[in-house]
Nanobody, 120 residues
């Protein structure tokens, strides 16, 4: 089995910064694409940022220039550096990973979510 464990959420004032982490553990051969999603109350889950194994990235327009996604393949960990936070960034943030398991199967996994709250 594979688990994704997120950390780093919390309460921050507008203009502040937070860094989210997502550690993958289990019977992992390799991890392909990884991404951060978020879901605000009453809204659908949306893609925030994604990164390929090789490091190519893409971002939602709403976070471009403020958020940076990165990963450390050696320790199967995904990061999201969030700067200049705004109240509209308030949401539960989820990490997602496309994992190649040691048995050769490829599955998508989700973390349990971490709350980010930005006060005005």
């Amino acid at each position: 089995q594979v688990q994704l464990v997120e950390s780093g959420g919390g309460l921050v004032q507008a203009g502040g910064s937070l860094r989210l982490s997502c550690a993958a553990a289990g019977r992992i051969f390799s991890i392909n694409d990884m991404a951060w999603y978020r879901q605000a109350p009453g809204k659908q889950r949306e893609l925030v940022a994604a990164i390929t194994r090789g490091g190519s990235t893409n971002y939602a327009d709403s976070v471009k220039g403020r958020f940076t996604i990165s990963r450390d393949n050696a320790v199967n960990t995904l990061y999201l550096q969030m700067n200049s936070l705004k109240p509209e960034d308030t949401a539960v943030y989820y990490c997602n990973a496309r994992v190649v398991r040691v048995n050769g199967l490829v599955n998508d996994y989700w973390g349990q979510g971490t709350q980010v709250t930005v006060s005005s």
